[in-house]
């Protein structure tokens, strides 16, 4: 099959490699038809991470299932499935709370497992003809009878539309509150997009490329280019100088200044400012417990300088970490299927796989128009 590989920083191609398979009882192959790059991936194309040379990558997959293993119960071949990043078991500790970003069996040694992913276990990506997915039963969505038709829609449910959603979850944004929101990239618009599926009556977002700010402005969100002034004074003055109710960051630790010299602990402290005391902030951007290749010397060991004297006396709080897709993506595709969300508005381009490796150098520059990539290893017509 063909695949989008891993070979070096910046430098990713698809080639020909074995065909996924089968290997447990419980596993159910799909033939993938949607599969998007993320801004995750970016971490690793930039080689920021420690992935290894010849992964496949691809965690936001959709597709139809081509074979059931033996042991696979529910899931039939020909259902159109939409996969959460999560790679998850079901049965441990983690999962059977709902918390299938920290499963603690599928990636033994710490928590939480992804498909394509540095240090998230041995599992192959979906930015390929096909993709083993462990564990079918569990971790595949049946999507419903207009899957095709709004496939753009129910791909966003294998990763951003989650994410974003978990980190207004996080925040615990409330009806009427008002939000600010760092990063205005896939994950951060779905923040926004979330809140206000929420309530929020006010959703400010920081970002500095105006095609992004732009989308989150067609969605009645508020956009705040940080490179025409201090993010936090923009912030204090569409709050009466109070700051927001909540916050959420969707950036992670390369998050960086109008100029590109990255500052990872520059989103984190913002958003502690411009939070109002007793705000809850939800984290969603990535951090890393060691970044070696980072400028920074803190950030080289995953420590950033946060200003916990401020967050402390103001009383705030904070969730971070994996989205757990589980939790909310049954709920989000019924909000798809009945027309109350429509995700997709961000989708900027829907290319080959053979054209995966010149989207990446797009994406990954920010440049203009390049907000969100779909990948149609099996044609475009999907
Ligand atoms: N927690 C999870 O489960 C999960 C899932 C998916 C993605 N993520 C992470 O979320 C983050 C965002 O993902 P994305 O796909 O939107 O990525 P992206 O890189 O496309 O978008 C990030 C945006 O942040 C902006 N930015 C950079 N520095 C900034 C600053 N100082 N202030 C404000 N904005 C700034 C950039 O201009 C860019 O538009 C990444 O770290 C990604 O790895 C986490
Ligand atoms: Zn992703
Ligand atoms: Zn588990």
């Not at 074979?67 to 983690?94: H, I, Y």
């Not at 411009?274 to 809850?280: C, E, F, H, K, Y």
Request: aromatic share 8%; proline share 5%.
């Amino acid at each position: 099959m063909k695949a989008l590989v891993y070979n070096g920083p910046r430098n990713v191609s698809v080639k020909n490699v074995p065909d996924a398979e089968i290997k447990q009882p419980t596993d159910v192959l799909v033939r993938i038809t949607s599969t998007n790059i993320c801004g995750s991936d970016l971490h690793m194309y930039e080689g920021r991470t420690s992935v290894e040379n010849g992964k496949i990558l691809g965690h936001e997959n959709l597709g139809e299932v081509v074979e059931v293993g033996g042991a696979v119960r529910q899931v039939k071949v020909g259902d159109r499935v939409c996969l959460p990043f999560n790679v998850s078991c079901g049965f441990c500790k983690n999962c059977e709370r709902g918390l299938t970003g920290a499963c603690l069996t599928m990636n033994p040694g710490t928590a939480g497992a992804a498909y394509g992913y540095a240090e998230m276990g041995p599992y192959e990506g979906g930015q390929a003809e096909l993709l083993r997915v462990p564990y079918g039963d569990f971790n595949c969505l049946l999507l419903p009878e207009d899957a095709a038709e709004k496939e753009d829609d129910y791909v966003m449910l294998a990763d951003i539309f989650p994410t974003g959603y978990y980190a207004t979850d996080l925040a615990d944004i409330q009806p009427g509150e008002s939000v600010v929101i760092y990063g205005s990239g896939p994950v951060g618009l779905m923040a926004a997009y979330s809140a206000s599926l929420r309530g929020a009556s006010k959703i400010m977002i920081v970002d500095r490329h105006p095609d992004r700010l732009a989308l989150a402005e067609l969605m009645g969100a508020i956009p705040i280019d940080d490179s025409k002034g201090l993010p936090v004074e923009q912030v204090m003055d569409l709050t009466n100088g109070e700051g927001a109710d909540k916050g959420c960051e969707c950036v992670g630790y390369q998050a960086h200044d109008q100029d590109g010299h990255e500052h990872p602990n520059i989103t984190m402290n913002n958003l502690v400012r411009s939070v109002r005391p007793t705000g809850a902030l939800g984290v969603v951007g990535v951090f890393v417990p060691e970044d070696p290749r980072s400028s920074d010397e803190l950030q080289k060991n995953g420590q950033i300088a946060f200003d916990f004297g401020l967050f402390w006396s103001k009383g705030q709080r904070m969730g971070t970490g994996q989205a757990n897709v589980k939790a909310y993506n049954r709920y989000l595709c019924d909000l798809i299927a009945s027309g109350k969300a429509k995700p997709s508005f961000i989708v900027s381009h829907r290319l080959s796989l053979e054209e995966a490796a010149t989207a990446y150098q797009h994406f990954d520059a920010r440049e203009k128009g390049w907000t969100k990539v779909i990948l149609k290893p099996n044609g475009l017509a999907h």
